[in-house]
């Protein structure tokens, strides 16, 4: 009966451990389960199987507040900065990118901290919060780390921002002729006229504080110093703003 008795305190105190740290985010079912039957390394499908993170389907608080920082060198004069659950083993967190909650690159290629760029924010189960929300944390500890002091920031949506809002009412006619052909071509070509045109209507789509990104850095103090129109980039990203990145100071 004792035994017994102990049981159901040990059930019921950790119910209520699992209450305090919030209510869920079952990382098994949203991501980590279909994981579980690929992922070849015994030693990795444990962990995986056994991961289970708690925090209510709309307030993650607890589960970013306890979150912890990973910093990996890639090699390829890049950092990348990870924010994971409390207690995940680092080499877990390095192998299995899906059970990142947050990742930040840094850009080390050049010899100083005033040239290095933090970029690639992500956050990588969109239900945690925006970039500014989830984070928040890498930004800072890169800071404090001194590693950049500059950030270059996607401007994903902006082409659509354009056209929906009729962006191009404010432009003259040639000004309209020249700025047409790159939203049907996601091509920003080469004319210094096109650029600067489509470098204000990035600075106005900053302005406006839609860029997930640039708000991010926006809110760890960051301003913005100009647009990149002449960075190659994917098609892809192409077809969303035109390939042209906002360049942040921290200082």
């Known amino acids: 009966m004792r035994l017994q008795h102990r049981r159901k305190n040990s059930t019921k105190e950790a119910e209520e451990s699992i209450g305090r740290t919030s209510a869920v985010i079952d990382w098994v079912s949203?991501?980590?389960?279909?994981?579980?039957?690929?992922?070849?390394?015994?030693?990795?499908?444990?962990?995986?199987?056994?991961?289970?993170?708690?925090?209510?389907?709309?307030?993650?608080?607890?589960?970013?507040?306890s979150a912890e920082i990973h910093k990996f060198d890639d090699e390829r004069d890049t950092l990348q900065y990870v924010l994971a659950a409390q207690g995940m083993d680092r080499a877990t967190v390095k192998s299995v990118k899906q059970l990142h909650l947050a990742r930040i690159f840094v850009d080390t290629a050049s010899s100083t901290s005033?040239?290095?760029m933090m970029m690639g924010a992500k956050v990588v189960n969109k239900t945690l919060g925006t970039h500014?929300?989830?984070?928040?944390?890498?930004?800072?500890?890169?800071?404090?780390?001194?590693?950049?002091?500059?950030?270059?920031?996607?401007?994903?949506?902006?082409?659509?921002?354009?056209?929906?809002?009729?962006?191009?009412?404010?432009?003259s006619d040639?000004?309209?002729?020249?700025?047409?052909?790159?939203?049907?071509?996601?091509?920003?070509?080469?004319?210094?006229?096109?650029?600067?045109?489509?470098?204000?209507?990035?600075?106005?789509?900053v302005a406006t504080g839609l860029?997930?990104?640039?708000?991010?850095?926006?809110?760890?103090?960051?301003?913005?110093?100009?647009?990149?129109?002449?960075?190659?980039?994917?098609?892809?990203?192409?077809?969303?703003c035109g390939g042209a990145m906002a360049i942040l100071d921290f200082e």
């Open 30 to 65: 949203i991501m980590i389960r279909p994981l579980c039957n690929s992922v070849a390394r015994p030693r990795v499908r444990t962990a995986l199987a056994r991961r289970s993170f708690f925090a209510s389907s709309t307030d993650h608080s607890e589960l970013l507040r």
């Open 174 to 205: 040639d000004e309209k002729a020249l700025i047409e052909p790159v939203l049907s071509s996601s091509s920003i070509g080469e004319s210094e006229e096109v650029k600067a045109i489509w470098k204000q209507l990035a600075m106005d789509y």
């Open 114 to 116: 005033d040239d290095a």
């Open 132 to 171: 500014a929300e989830v984070c928040g944390r890498l930004v800072e500890a890169i800071l404090e780390e001194g590693t950049a002091s500059k950030a270059r920031s996607t401007l994903h949506g902006l082409a659509d921002w354009i056209e929906t809002n009729d962006r191009l009412s404010g432009l």
């Open 211 to 240: 860029g997930e990104e640039v708000a991010l850095y926006q809110a760890k103090g960051a301003t913005l110093l100009s647009i990149d129109c002449d960075s190659p980039d994917s098609s892809e990203y192409a077809s969303t």
